[in-house]
């Protein structure tokens, strides 16, 4: 039997009197993608916001690799070395180089020497296709490249879990795919992926499981082909004709 | 003033050294440059306390501004020359109480200052830290100081320049700095308090004008670096 690596049980978040998220429950196995979507304002990024702590929750419980989230003698930063997280913004460190970026945590955190923290990064700034930009601080890359520096920091302390929040929507069009093959090359290595994206075609190929989200509540948990030929729910069936549509368009 | 110029300058760039006190002009950039060396530190624990998390450390740090800023400085070189020296049972030179009030002083400005650039730095900055795993003081040191320190470069050399001229206030402990030189020259010469006093105008001019020129250059090399990411 699969054990969840990520649990979610009647999880309530609010932010004053606005009620970002509902009795969420869920559950996610150890090394499955899961791509969270629905509109603007659903609650994805709060939840996804959730799972590492960076977002406290006033209700439930979310139980990430055996440790309660939200329990009072977590040590949320042990936790957090344990999941990468990828942000819409990249929110690299702009005094830093690429290199430097991606080895800080390993230098700080596991006292990895320098020379050898440094080999480590450059290995997964290989896997980037960014090993030639080593040396360049953020503000001197691209959009595309810095949010691929951002997946290699995220990875840079070998985690099993990574969770990305909208990793592609700051992105011009034309390095959206560089970033989702990056991601997609992960699947099947046994990390656990939860991602935020309107990237329906990524979900669709590389998902193993869609969660729809609307006004705060998971109203559809479903396997792509599913989701996506019979969605149960009227507002997942609207949301995924006006997604084609756009698609169309584009 | 040439005049005067020629036949004091010794005494005001350097007082009576090397046959007696060192004083003038060099004492001026002394107190100035020993209160800076000493206001930093100091203005950056308080701007961390302000900005930590712990209640006690932010209130004492919000009390410790709020009243040092509601206070002329003047009265503050008071209360510690005549004040601090009994409390602690010792004597206190001049010249100490001097510095230790304008590092006081300008530990609330300069730790405002500071705050403020602390508290500008985008929140994903914190958030991706955060996110790592690193703990408080890495994350500090790592990755807040720098960049906050970097863009309030303009700012510290700002209050560099009201320290240079708050020095003139050794005066009246007989610290003896610029003004004081020049006020024994004046009292000398005793006709000429014009050209005097234009002449210590115009030297305290020259250094805060050059400083003023140099964070305007500063202002826009860091804009130029930072812009970009800004936003990230």
Not at chain 1, 29 to 53: D, F, H, M, Q, Y
Not at chain 1, 154 to 178: F, K, Q, Y
Not at chain 1, 216 to 235: C, D, N, T, W, Y
Not at chain 2, 6 to 27: E, I
């Amino acid at each position: 039997m699969m054990v969840p690596i990520i649990t979610l049980e009647s999880v309530g978040k609010s932010f004053g009197s606005f009620r970002a998220l509902k009795s969420v429950t869920g559950e996610i196995n150890a090394g499955e993608i899961v791509v969270i979507c629905g509109l603007s304002g659903s609650g994805k990024s709060t939840l996804i916001r959730c799972l590492n702590g960076l977002e406290a929750i006033d209700e439930g419980r979310i139980v990430v690799d055996g440790i309660d989230v939200a329990a009072r003698n977590t040590d949320l930063n042990q936790l957090r070395r344990r999941i990468g997280f990828v942000f819409q913004q990249y929110s690299l460190f702009p005094h830093l180089t690429a290199i430097d970026n991606v080895s800080i945590g390993l230098r700080r955190l596991q006292r990895v020497p320098t020379e050898e923290a440094r080999a480590r990064a450059l290995v997964l700034l290989e896997r980037v296709g960014l090993a030639h930009r080593s040396n360049y601080v953020p503000a001197e890359l691209s959009g595309g490249e810095q949010q691929r520096v951002a997946i290699a920091r995220a990875l840079s302390m070998n985690p099993p879990i990574i969770l990305l929040d909208e990793p592609t929507s700051a992105l011009d069009p034309e390095v959206v795919g560089d970033v989702l093959a990056i991601l997609q090359s992960l699947s099947g290595t046994g990390i656990t992926i939860v991602c935020v994206t309107h990237e329906m075609g990524f979900a669709r190929n590389v998902g193993d499981w869609i969660w729809f989200m609307e006004d705060g509540s998971l109203i559809e948990k479903a396997p792509p082909e599913l989701f996506f030929s019979k969605p149960h729910h009227p507002s997942a069936q609207r949301f995924i004709s006006t997604i084609w549509r756009s698609h169309e368009r584009a | 003033m040439l005049d005067v110029v020629q036949q004091y300058w010794p005494y005001l760039l350097f007082g009576s050294y090397p046959n007696g006190p060192l004083g003038g002009f060099t004492m001026t950039l002394v107190i100035a440059i020993v209160s800076l060396v000493l206001t930093f530190p100091s203005a950056v624990l308080v701007a961390l306390a302000r900005t930590s998390e712990v209640r006690v450390l932010e209130h004492a740090a919000f009390l410790f501004v709020t009243i040092v800023r509601g206070i002329p400085l003047l009265m503050l070189i008071f209360w510690v020359y005549f004040f601090l020296p009994v409390a602690l049972g010792t004597p206190i030179s001049p010249f100490w109480s001097l510095i230790l009030a304008i590092v006081v002083f300008q530990t609330a400005y300069l730790s405002e200052v500071l705050r403020a650039a602390i508290e500008a730095l985008p929140k994903g900055q914190t958030e991706a830290a955060l996110s790592l795993g690193l703990s408080y003081f890495p994350r500090i040191w790592k990755v807040t100081l720098p960049q906050a320190l970097y863009n309030s470069i303009p700012g510290i050399l700002n209050q560099f320049t009201s320290m240079i001229k708050e020095t003139s206030l050794g005066y009246v402990l007989a610290v003896e700095e610029l003004t004081y030189a020049a006020n024994k020259v004046n009292n000398f010469i005793l006709v000429k308090p014009f050209s005097v006093f234009a002449l210590l105008a115009l030297t305290y001019f020259a250094v805060c004008f050059t400083l003023t020129q140099l964070v305007r250059l500063l202002e826009a090399r860091i804009e130029n670096r930072f812009t970009r990411v800004a936003a990230a």
